[in-house]
T-cell receptor
């Protein structure tokens, strides 16, 4: 079985400050991990993924995520937040033996000017 | 332009009517998916298809039906048996390998009057 948790419904950060959006997962095998972003009334856009290799993954728009196997986490980070980063962020996990991802409930990121 | 399209963007339905949501992709992806998104509930899988002429129920398939007669197309019918159909519907596609990310359409917002 696979599952993913995003423990924060909302994250507030000031523009220019670093941001972190948290994600933890559970799988029986090796995980494939994904982050997506959704702007209002739009579809999801892929940001980055972890398959194997380096624990720090770099993605679109300056975002990065750190895979931590011992803590079963895959937190999304950005060194300096922009107001335009305000959106809904989804973490997803696929067990290596599964074709279907499981999505978290989403975290609303609000960046204040 | 390569991508995945959904139509219409907004759809209004009277109770008791069936409606069909369109999803087309020109990415040459084998796998296609339908999700329902409700506020605070993340994405819930309705149906998915890994290959033409084959599809599987997801977590909330009751009251929905699909077909996959062409690789490019995966229409979703919301039947009158669906008790609470008002929601945002997202279609996605991907290569079948588990490490591959999904590409999402822009979504269809269905409102039952």
């Amino acid at each position: 079985a696979q599952s993913v948790a995003q423990p924060e419904d909302q994250v507030n950060v000031a523009e220019g400050n670093p941001l972190t959006v948290k994600c933890t997962y559970s799988v029986s095998g090796n995980p494939y991990l994904f982050w997506y972003v959704q702007y209002p009334n739009r579809g999801l856009q892929f940001l980055l993924k972890y398959i194997t290799g380096d624990n720090l993954v770099k993605g679109s728009y300056g975002f990065e995520a750190e895979f931590n196997k011992s803590q079963t986490s895959f937190h999304l980070k950005k060194p300096s937040a922009l107001v335009s980063d305000s959106a809904l962020y989804f973490c997803a996990v696929r067990d290596w033996g599964s074709y279907i991802p499981t999505f978290g409930r989403g975290t609303s990121l609000i960046v204040h000017p | 332009d390569g991508g995945i399209t959904q139509s219409p963007k907004y759809l209004f339905r009277k109770e008791g009517q069936n409606v069909t949501l369109s999803c087309e992709q020109n990415l040459n992806h084998d796998a296609m998916y339908w999700y329902r998104q409700d506020p605070g509930q993340g994405l819930r899988l309705i149906y998915y298809s890994q290959i033409v002429n084959d599809f599987q129920k997801g977590d909330i398939a009751e009251g929905y039906s699909v077909s996959r007669e062409k690789k490019e197309s995966f229409p979703l019918t919301v039947t009158s048996a669906q008790k609470n159909p008002t929601a945002f519907y997202l279609c996605a596609s991907s290569l079948t390998s588990g490490s591959n990310e999904q590409f999402f359409g822009p979504g269809t917002r269905l409102t039952v009057l």
